[in-house]
C-alpha cells in the first residue's frame, strides 16, 4: 500500500482478509504498508483485492499450480507404457514421421526404427495444419495404420488428438495421446483426456509461459489422470532462421518446480534437420527425460513437415552422437 494510506483503510482490507478466513500480518514500514496474507489461495482472487482502496500491488508467493508442483509430489513421476518407463533413468525415443502416409511408409519407418531401439512410435493421424487445404492426416485410417504398425515392431504408439469427439477413438487405437502446441490452451479438450487412462503428451503452445504449461497440465490432473509426460518444442519469437525458438532452459525450470517428465521435440523446435541433432545433445545435458523426433522414409515426399523430417539413417547417426552426452549425465538409451 502507498504511504499516507489512511488507518481506516487499512483495517478494512484486514477486516476484509479476515473475513474471507484469512489471516493478514500487516508491516507497517516507513515507505508502505505491506500486508503478508497467509491461506487458502483459492479463497482470494488477485483482480478482486487490487480492486480494494489503497491496495497498489498483490503480489503472488505460491505457485498457481498444486497437483503438477514438486512441492507437492518431491519424488519425480515415471509413466509406464506397455513396458516402456518415461521419466525414469532411461531416456524415452519418440521417434516417426509427422503424418501417418499409407501403410508403406508406416511399416518402412517403424521397422528401421525398431532396429535402432525405438519403442515409442508417434504419427499424426489427425493434423493441425495452419491451412484448410493442407493434408489434413487420414483420421481413423491413420490410426489404424500407426497401431498395426506399432503392434508389428512392438512399440507404443503416440499420436495427437484434436477433438473431443475423437478421444474414444484415439483411446482404442493407440496408447498415449498428444496433445499438440494450438491445442495447450483448449481447456475443454485438457479437461476431456484428463478423464481417460491414457498417458497424455502436452506439448507447450507456441506462446505459452512456463507457468501457462504447468497450468494446461495441472488441468489434465484435476480431472483425474496423473500420467501427463510434458513437451518443449519451441516458442515463437523474432527470430526467422529457426523456425520456432527451441527454449532449452525450460528442462531445468520445469524439473525445479515439477515433477512430470520432460521431453523436447527438436524438430518442431528448429525445423531445419542440420540443428536437430546438437539440440538433442542440449536436451538431454539440460535434463530431459527423452526427445521427440520426426523420421521419415522419404522426407521430400513427406505430406508434412518433410523439411525438418530426418530420414531412418540421420536419426541413426543421432542416437550414435547422444550416447556420450546420456552417458555423461547419467541416462541410458
Ligand atoms: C506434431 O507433433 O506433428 C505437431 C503438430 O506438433 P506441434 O503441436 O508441437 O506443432
Ligand atoms: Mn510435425
Redesign the pocket.
Known sequence: MERGVEKEKVEKIIEHLKAKGLQPVPLFGVERTVIAVIGEERDLSVSHLESLEGVMKVMRVVHPFQLVSRETQPTSTIIEVNGVKIGGDQLAIFAGP?SVENEDQMESVAGSLEKLGVKLL?G?AF??RTGPYAFQGLGAEGLKLLEDAGRRHGMATCT?VLDPRDIDLVCKHCDIL?I???NMQNFMLLREVGRTKKPIFL?RG?SATIEEFLLAAEYILAEGNPNVIL?E?GIRTFEQYVRNTLAIATVPIVKELSHLPIIV?PS?GTGKPSLITPMSKAAIAAGADGL?I?VHPNPSEAL??GAQSLTPEQFGKLMEEIKPIATAVGRSL
Open positions: 509427422c508417434r499424426g493434423k493441425p495427437e498428444q499438440g502446441a494450438r506439448k507456441m513437451c518444442r521435440d518442431h521427440m520426426e508434412s513437415d
